[in-house]
């Protein structure tokens, strides 16, 4: 998990925003319109916020926000990253229920004193900005890379070859596999186990679930071959997994 020092956090429940008069940011600030509309300008240039965005601005930039007439949700943090941060400074749609949930994990927290608040929060932004960071790589993506994507999400537990992938893209299987490597940094056939293993883990805590139909529900007809990749991937067998999660 990231390292990063919390120097504020505020979630500003459907009030108007305050004012921010333009000045150098002496440390990083990330605020997520949840629903709303705020006016940024980062270096001079008009950032608009609507609902679902967000605005990331590094130390040493010039920042600043007008006063808003109208009520607004939004989340805001001022931080100091130990490391990169590979955001821009706008990010569209970057509200989903991840996100969401970490917020309501937030104000829980803000409700309450713990005397670890600080360090708690910092994980919880340093969760959402991993989030944010993986969102942009996807919409980086080329076309292909994401198509590939939802197929396989679509199809996992059926049997997917590279020959089915290009028949649903009309590229050769050759290509398709050079270029998702290239853009994601694994193969079409590791992004589908690592698909059917994640699958896996979400019916694994179901006891109900024998673990053969498991396999069978996440595309592995050979429950022992699950079992070696399932072991090789998490270093659990499927079923020391299974009880390792029900016995918290």
């Known amino acids: 998990m990231r390292d990063l020092k919390l120097i504020y956090s505020r979630h500003n429940l459907n009030t108007p925003a305050s004012a921010i008069h333009a000045q150098i940011s002496p440390y990083c600030e990330l605020t997520v319109v949840i629903k709303g509309h705020l006016d940024y300008y980062v270096d001079g240039t008009h950032t608009p916020l609507d609902d679902g965005d967000a605005v990331f601005i590094e130390t040493g930039r010039l920042r600043a926000r007008e006063k808003s007439d109208k009520p607004c949700d939004y989340v805001s943090f001022n931080f100091e990253p ?24 937030l104000d829980k927290m803000n409700s309450r004193y713990y005397p670890d608040n600080e360090e708690k929060i910092g994980h919880l932004l340093a969760c959402i900005l991993a989030l944010l960071e993986d969102r942009v790589k996807m919409q980086n993506l080329s076309p292909l890379t994401r198509n590939i994507m939802s197929y396989v ?32 940094g694994r193969s079409i056939i590791d992004f589908l186990i690592d698909k059917r293993i994640e699958e896996a883990k979400k019916l694994l805590m179901a006891q109900t679930t024998a673990l053969v139909t ?35």
């Not at 400074?89 to 969401?100: C, M, N, R, Y």
């Not at 590279?162 to 590229?171: E, P």
């Not at 996440?218 to 029900?246: C, E, H, Q, W």
């Open 82 to 105: 130990n490391g990169k941060v590979r955001l821009p400074s706008l990010i569209k749609s970057a509200v989903h229920s991840e996100e969401l949930l970490l917020i309501a994990a």
């Open 153 to 184: 999400n679509k199809n996992y537990a059926s049997r997917i070859t590279l020959d089915d992938v290009a028949a649903t893209t009309y590229f050769s299987p050759v290509y398709c596999d050079a270029v998702f490597k290239r853009e994601v």
């Open 214 to 248: 498991v396999a069978e529900l996440v595309g592995f007809n050979d429950y022992n071959y699950f079992a070696r990749v399932f072991k090789k991937r998490t270093g659990y067998t499927p079923l020391s997994y299974r009880k390792m999660i029900l016995k918290y």
